[in-house]
């Protein structure tokens, strides 16, 4: 499982559920819900959409999804520093409308925020797998792009000829 914000990407390499999508959809949901729930004290709601992959696109789907994770981050300390700057979020959003990444980012350095030094797992994601039966978490992820990334996820995903 990948995962980042409000997001999370399971990733079956065998179909469970004999691939009735609409089942595996309501599932996950509900089950994700109800956990999240529980440890949150808190009513939380998920949503979830099934994206049917080959081995041969797991790991550029999973690059995109980091890549989502650095423009949400992004985003996400832009906003809340405005908010702590007094802006409500109305107008945190307006002020936010139609800037670019770049511009955001440097927008938040010039309040001192060095967003390369912020924790990898904010930046880029945590990934949460098997490993010989027990349950594995890694908060400080290689880029999935990068040739480190893509030997990382082969590797935890049993993938062994796979080119990115």
Request: with cysteine; glycine share 8%.
């Amino acid at each position: 499982a990948f995962t980042f914000s409000d997001e999370v990407s399971l990733i079956y390499m065998k179909t469970p559920l004999a691939g009735r999508v609409e089942k595996i959809d309501s599932l996950v949901a509900g089950y994700l819900s109800a956990a999240l729930s529980l440890e949150q004290g808190r009513l939380v709601s998920m949503d979830c959409r099934t994206i049917p992959l080959c081995r041969e696109q797991i790991i550029r789907y999973l690059a995109e999804r980091q890549d989502e994770t650095w423009r949400n981050h992004i985003f996400s300390y832009g906003f809340y520093m405005l908010r702590k700057d007094g802006l409500n979020p109305a107008m945190a959003m307006e002020r936010l409308r139609g800037l670019s990444g770049p511009q955001i980012h440097e927008l938040v350095f010039q309040k001192g925020i060095n967003l390369a030094k912020t924790p990898a797992w904010e930046r880029r994601g945590v990934m949460v797998y098997r490993k010989e039966g027990k349950l594995e978490s890694d908060w400080n992820l290689p880029l999935y792009s990068s040739v480190e990334g893509s030997i990382f996820l082969k590797k935890i995903l049993g993938i062994n000829s796979i080119k990115f």
